[in-house]
Each structure stands twice: as structure tokens, then as C-alpha cells.
């Protein structure tokens, strides 16, 4: 895993701005390459309309999905994107978060498809859309997806399809020695989980977690500010060994960076009564 971990914080940079704009230059018939995403020809990619799929290494990819979200009448709509991961045991596909919602679905089979992988099981770190808005697809057709009681009785609220599977305590294994989540406590949201892929020794933090270059805590509308800080502190604690990370949105990079950051950010809020 080593040696794709060197190339993955170049290779990944899949920012909105790089994506938008190698979007309309291709509208115009060029071609372009963005400053943080070096060409990997050895390293697998597939795009649609509304997802993009890239490999992280031969047992994880990464799935791009976006969102346009508009504030105010008076401002034009931002893009934002999300990360969602497949993860694969020989033919066998696991998906960890669902991309924004259930119209993203269908390109995500069909790549499973053309991949001639079974997706075995889809788990979720917390309720909100960006991780589980296409929980409602993958139960129509009768795919099995996990969640934690927390988030269950969190989507029921939220009048939102739930998982069809849900457990309780604060780990959980999806695949035996190879997914495993950890609930170490409120942070965005009061259900926010974190993956540790073991094997690769990869850390997907969901929306817990923020990207190195932003210095902001986002959308904190059903967020835990005083407790926030305290969670990534335990994650911290819980995995020394991890030696790349992905948050919820935007970038991946190597080591313990974007805990480090996640923590710096999250300080300033936090309490310690």
C-alpha cells in the first residue's frame, strides 16, 4: 500500500474548482491538468456526469460526487463535493457513505457493473445527505447497508430512508479485519463515525474530519462544538499507526495531517470544563 500512499496526495486532489474547470474547458474541447492532479497512467479513473471514480490502490477507490448548494438569492449556487469509497475483496464490493443522493446511484452500478463486482454491503458514518442519500436506492433494490442505531433513529427523524442493518457500541466490523468503524463520540453531528481500513492502514474520517486547506468548521447546524474536539482526539489516540486520511470533503493527504489540522480548527470551539 506504501507506494501508492507516496502519489496520493497529488493524485487525489480532486478540488470543486479543478473539477469545474476541467469541465468547461472540455465543453470547449480542450483538455487540461490541474496543478495538484498529476496524470498516473498505471493508476485506474472513470467519470460520468455526476460521479467521478478513481484508484487509490488496488483494493480502494475513491468516489467524487457534487452538490450545487445556493445560500442566497443574490449569490450564485456553489458546487461542493463528497467523498464515498469502494472498497474491494477479490470480485466482492463494499461501499463506505453513499454520494449525494439516490440520481447518483445508477452511474455507481453501473461502474460496479463494468467492474463485474457484487456489491456485498454499504455502510454509513452519519445521517446527513453526503453519506447517506442514496441509502433509499440501495434498499429498493434489495442491497444490503448498515448504519448505527444512532443514525437510524437520526434518519427517522429526518423522514429519510434508513439502513435495512444497524449496530450498536462504538466499533463494528463490516468485513472482518478489513472495515472497521469507531464512534468516538459527537462531533458534526451527534452520530458521526470514522472507517479504518487496517490493511491499508487508510483512515476515512467522514465530515468529523476537515481537509488540510480548509480553516473553517463549515455547516454546523447539528454539530457538537463543545464535545467536536475531544472526538478527533480519541480517532488520534485510537489509530497512531494510520498513514493516509481522507475527510468527508475535499482532500486526502498522508500521515496524521488533517487530524493535526481537524484538531487546530476544532480547538477554538471546544470546551474543557
Not at 496524470?39 to 472513470?46: H, V
Not at 485510537?238 to 498513514?243: A, G, M, S, Y
Request: hydrophobic share 40%.
Amino acid at each position: 500500500m506504501s507506494k501508492y500512499l507516496s502519489s496520493l496526495a497529488s493524485t487525489y486532489a480532486f478540488s470543486v474548482a479543478s473539477f469545474v474547470a476541467s469541465l468547461f474547458i472540455s465543453l470547449l474541447g480542450g483538455s487540461s491538468i490541474s496543478a495538484h492532479e498529476l496524470p498516473k497512467p498505471n493508476l485506474e479513473e472513470w467519470a460520468s456526469e455526476v460521479i467521478k471514480i478513481k484508484e487509490v490502490s488496488p483494493t480502494l477507490y475513491l468516489v467524487k460526487s457534487y452538490k450545487e448548494v445556493k445560500f442566497s438569492e443574490d449569490k450564485p449556487a456553489m458546487t461542493f463535493d463528497s467523498n464515498s469509497f469502494i472498497y474491494l475483496d477479490k470480485q466482492d464490493a463494499y461501499l463506505i457513505d453513499t454520494p449525494w443522493s439516490e440520481s447518483d446511484m445508477p452511474d455507481l452500478m453501473r461502474w460496479l457493473k463494468m467492474k463485474k463486482l457484487q456489491l456485498k454491503g454499504t455502510i454509513v458514518t452519519h445521517y446527513h445527505d453526503d453519506r447517506a442519500g442514496g441509502l433509499g436506492y440501495l434498499d429498493k433494490y434489495g442491497f444490503a447497508t448498515y448504519a448505527s442505531d444512532m443514525t437510524n433513529e437520526l434518519l427517522v427523524l429526518d423522514n429519510k430512508a434508513i439502513a435495512n442493518h444497524s449496530f450498536s457500541g462504538d466499533k463494528f466490523e463490516l468485513l472482518k479485519g478489513q472495515i472497521e468503524t469507531f464512534y468516538p463520540g459527537s462531533g458534526h453531528s451527534m452520530d458521526n463515525l470514522v472507517v479504518w481500513l487496517p490493511e491499508d492502514r487508510v483512515l476515512i474520517g467522514g465530515c468529523l474530519l476537515k481537509d488540510n486547506e480548509v480553516n473553517h468548521l463549515g455547516w454546523t447546524g447539528d454539530a457538537d462544538l463543545a464535545n467536536w474536539y475531544h472526538s478527533i482526539s480519541k480517532v488520534k489516540a485510537e489509530f497512531p499507526k494510520v498513514e493516509f486520511i481522507f475527510p468527508g470533503h475535499g482532500e486526502g493527504a498522508k500521515g496524521q495531517s488533517i487530524l493535526d489540522h481537524s484538531l487546530s480548527v476544532t480547538k477554538e470551539v471546544a470546551s474543557f470544563e
